[in-house]
Every structure is written in C-alpha cells, then in structure tokens.
Nanobody, 118 residues
Framework: QVQLVESGGGLVQPGGSLRLSCEAS????????IYWFRQAPGKEREGVSC???????YYTDSMKGRFTSSRDNGKNTVYLQMNNLKPEDTAVYYC????????????WGQGTQVTVSS
C-alpha cells in the first residue's frame, strides 16, 4: 500500500519536546520534497518546513531554531524534531510528498495530534 504514516504526536507541557515521524511505504521518499504542515482548530493550514532530497531544509520563521526536519533514507522516514514547544504549537501535524516543488502533493499522511498544555 502506497502511503505516508505519521506518528509521534501527543500531549506535552510547554517547553517540552516531541519528535514526529513520517514513514513512507510503497514508494521511496528519495527524490521527493517533504513538507510538514499543521492545522489548528479554526485556523488555516500552515506550512512548517520543507526539505529536499539534497538535504536543504526551510522553515517558517516562527519555527526556526525550535524545529528541525531530518531524513533517514535507510528507513524511508522523515522526522520533525520539535523543541521548546509552546501552546500555540498545538495542532494536527501532517507530512506531504511533492515530486517537484510545484505544490503537487502526491501523498499525504493522516495527521498526528500535538497538544501543548500544562
């Protein structure tokens, strides 16, 4: 089955950390640009990061210095390490695979809930 599967979400206190995983099955992530998005209740979807197969990664300004995306090609998985989490980071986080950077997302994950609360 061709799909992206996210995991790693949960409840964390402000200032805490989580690592999300986005594992591909049925296809190789190599050659795809991988995006992380998030969507909070009542808000529009927001870009978090995008990383190319060359290793270059770009982040939305509010996440710079706190979030880090990385790839493990051997595990066909992309990770999003999130540190110093804030309540406003609460959202459902999604990964998506884009073959050419033109916003044509061939695959989406199902989403994983991140809740930052004391």
């Amino acid at each position: 089955q061709v799909q992206l599967v996210e995991s790693g979400g949960g409840l964390v206190q402000p200032g805490g950390s989580l690592r999300l995983s986005c594992e591909a099955s049925g296809f190789s992530l190599d050659g795809y640009i991988i995006y992380w998005f998030r969507q909070a209740p009542g808000k529009e979807r927001e870009g978090v990061s995008c990383s190319g197969s060359d290793g270059n990664t770009y982040y939305t300004d509010s996440m710079k210095g706190r979030f880090t995306s990385s790839r493990d090609n051997g595990k066909n998985t992309v990770y999003l390490q999130m540190n110093n989490l804030k309540p406003e980071d609460t959202a459902v986080y999604y990964c998506a695979a884009d073959p050419d950077g033109l916003g044509r997302y061939d695959y989406w994950g199902q989403g994983t809930q991140v809740t930052v609360s004391s």
